[in-house]
């Protein structure tokens, strides 16, 4: 693993292809939430200066990078694919001792991300617009994408291969240059990723990384006016205001935040499929997924068989330090996030009736972490701040329903639309369902977590803003379309098209 990634030392800033370290006499401490007598890192708060260094490193190497052609850009994301397939055991032992998810989540990322990289490194050759026929005779007309310019990249703890990874493909194969404000919690994570990108042949200055604080150092980025767009993944708190902030200064902004995705089950359904989907949704990477499947919405008349099928499978499951290799859950990331879970489990209690779990996790293997049970609730009142608000833990509501139409209904009542699913089998119920659900997300049969390299993603309603993430649309926020006429005629026209 590179250098500038060891476990215990002081990340430092990458800033015209050098790790430099941070001049801010602040920093705080990143230990590992399964185990927090373990330093993984000291982090700098980056200062406001420092940020703008990085822009102006982005900015000096954008005219270069934006003159590669887009095929050798790609071949630079394809040689970082092969380079993190070649370490994806060790960058996933550094995601799990920083993050905590377990080693098969932490393996499964670093692998979705070499899809990224490999079918992001393709867009360099299909990188180009259209040819259209014209109104006049003589006259050859066509669009092309161009970069915009300075990228702000701002990731957070929760998918931290992955996410800066799906920012950053896109941005640079499309001819622009990065700067990227990672996590605190993962800040040594992201320091690993950027090391690969290096080591793939990447010029100086066009992928740069502050680590600091939001709203010092990613501040800084945001009000910069040489960034020309924010990509930023979050909580709809800070979304909103970066989303605010660059209307203001006439950024194009993109914003993937909350989700409170619903598993729907109607009555023809495989309960055992759905079981362990819901099972899979709700507590792997401990509930820490935008996509996580914090709702299950079932008809009333097959609930109670339902939730003890669930419920039995969670008992089975082993929560611990998710370096071993036989543990499904790993700790929440940090203190703030658990007390979070707590602070819910505890009004849950008002609002449903507890099943499973429902407490904070003691005993020797778990005292020094931040361990909670996978906790599940049934009988949730749609309208129930356990129903309604993103938790972002390993906590299950079970909200019952006389119908279909209820169903969808109770599905759609949230503010948030990102992911969901149906289990049926019922043709007319499935594709009424595509029709009428408000996610940006759905999937049939399958569970609400995951998405493919090549495949769109992002919500509607409160949970995103501006375009699309990965696949072939994943480019069209770097870019700005070009439209071009070229008369061939040799001469001044009688007439023009309107």
């Given at each position: 693993m590179a250098t500038a990634a060891v476990p215990g030392q002081t990340c430092r800033n990458f800033i015209n292809g050098e790790w430099v370290p941070s001049r801010s006499p602040r920093s705080v401490e990143r230990r590992n939430p399964a185990d927090r007598d373990e330093l993984v890192a000291v982090v700098p708060l980056s200062s406001a200066e420092e940020a703008r260094d990085a822009v102006a490193a982005a900015r000096a190497a954008f005219p270069f990078w934006r003159d590669t052609p887009a095929p050798a850009r790609g071949r630079i994301l394809a040689r970082t694919a092969q380079l993190m397939e070649q370490q994806k055991d060790k960058l996933a032992r550094l995601l799990t001792r920083e993050e905590g998810k377990t080693l098969k989540d932490s393996l499964g990322e670093v692998i979705k991300s070499v899809r990224i990289l490999e079918y992001m490194a393709g867009e360099g050759t299909r990188f180009g617009g259209d040819t259209l026929p014209s109104d006049l005779p003589k006259n050859f007309v066509y669009t092309i994408k161009q970069p915009i310019g300075v990228v702000g990249a701002i990731t957070p703890w929760n998918f931290p291969v992955s996410i800066p990874v799906w920012k950053i493909a896109p941005a640079i194969v499309a001819g622009n240059t990065v700067v990227l404000k990672p996590s605190t919690f993962t800040s040594l994570t992201a320091a690993a990723v950027l090391e690969l990108f290096a080591q793939a042949g990447l010029p100086a200055g066009v992928v740069n990384m502050i680590v600091g604080s939001g709203r010092e150092a990613g501040g800084a980025i945001i009000e910069h006016p040489d960034v020309r767009a924010i990509s930023f993944t979050g909580s709809n708190t800070v979304g909103a205001g970066i989303y605010s902030a660059g209307a203001e200064r006439m950024k194009k902004c993109q914003c993937e935040m909350g989700g409170k995705n619903p598993l729907v089950v109607l009555r023809d359904a495989d309960l055992d499929l759905a079981a362990d989907a819901t099972l899979f949704?709700?507590?792997?990477?401990?509930?820490?997924?935008?996509?996580?499947?914090?709702?299950?919405?079932?008809?009333?008349?097959?609930?109670?068989?339902?939730?003890?099928?669930?419920?039995?499978r969670a008992r089975s499951w082993k929560i611990g330090n998710g370096l071993d290799s036989s543990v499904d859950m790993g700790p929440a990331v940090n203190e703030q996030q658990l007390e979070t879970d707590l602070r819910y489990i505890e009004l849950g209690k008002q609002h449903g009736r507890l099943v499973l779990g429902g407490a904070r996790l003691a005993g020797p293997d778990y005292d020094r972490g931040n361990f909670?049970?996978?906790?599940?609730?049934?009988?949730?009142?749609?309208?129930?701040?356990?129903?309604?608000?993103?938790?972002?833990?390993?906590?299950?509501?079970?909200?019952?329903?006389?119908?279909?139409?209820?169903?969808?209904?109770?599905?759609?009542?949230?503010?948030?639309?990102?992911?969901?699913?149906?289990?049926?089998?019922?043709?007319?119920?499935?594709?009424?369902?595509?029709?009428?659900?408000?996610?940006?997300?759905?999937?049939?049969?399958?569970?609400?977590?995951?998405?493919?390299?090549?495949?769109?993603?992002?919500?509607?309603?409160?949970?995103g803003v501006g375009l699309r993430e990965m696949g072939h649309v994943a480019v069209d926020f770097y870019t700005e379309v070009k439209t071009v006429y070229i008369d061939y005629t040799g001469g001044r026209r009688e007439s023009r098209a309107y």
């Open positions: 949704g709700a507590f792997a990477s401990t509930g820490q997924r935008c996509t996580a499947t914090s709702r299950v919405i079932i008809e009333e008349e097959i609930a109670d068989r339902f939730v003890e099928m669930v419920a039995s909670v049970s996978p906790t599940i609730f049934d009988r949730v009142a749609p309208d129930s701040p356990l129903a309604q608000d993103e938790i972002f833990g390993p906590v299950l509501s079970v909200v019952r329903v006389r119908d279909f139409d209820e169903a969808v209904e109770v599905a759609n009542s949230v503010r948030y639309g990102l992911s969901s699913s149906l289990y049926s089998n019922d043709a007319a119920r499935i594709f009424a369902f595509i029709d009428r659900i408000e996610t940006g997300i759905t999937h049939i049969n399958s569970p609400t977590v995951g998405g493919e390299a090549h495949l769109p993603f992002g919500g509607m309603k409160a949970t």
